[in-house]
């Protein structure tokens, strides 16, 4: 049972960093890409950026240059560094990954979600 589990959230001021955490496991031949998602009250989930098996990436403008998602194929883990965070980040953050389990079929799998709040 391919499962993801994500951590890192939390409470930051505003200007700090955060990284999340997102963890694949369970019966995975091999995991295609990991993206990140978030979605604040009221609003449409948001694409952040995703990180695909050879390293290399993607990035909504909207936060390029202060989020980076990277992935630790060996721990079949993603992360994304949040820096310079402002209140405007504040949202339920989700990963998703595209992956290949042993049964042979390819799906998107998501994680749980986890909260971040910047605020003073």
């Known amino acids: 049972q391919v499962q993801l589990a994500q951590s890192g959230g939390g409470l930051v001021q505003p200007g700090g960093s955060l990284r999340l955490s997102c963890r694949a496991s369970g019966g995975i031949l091999v995991i295609f890409s990991i993206g990140w998602y978030r979605q604040a009250p009221g609003k449409e989930r948001e694409f952040i950026g995703r990180?695909?098996?050879?390293?290399?990436?993607d990035y909504n403008d909207a936060v390029k240059g202060r989020f980076s998602v990277s992935r630790d194929n060996a721990k079949n883990t993603a992360y994304l560094q949040m820096n310079n965070l402002k209140s405007e980040d504040t949202a339920a953050y989700y990963c998703?990954?595209?992956?290949?389990?042993?049964?042979?079929?390819?799906?998107?799998?998501w994680g749980q979600g986890t909260q971040v709040t910047v605020s003073s």
């Open positions: 990180v695909y098996a050879a390293g290399s990436t």
């Open positions: 998703d990954a595209d992956l290949r389990g042993i049964d042979g079929s390819r799906r998107t799998y």
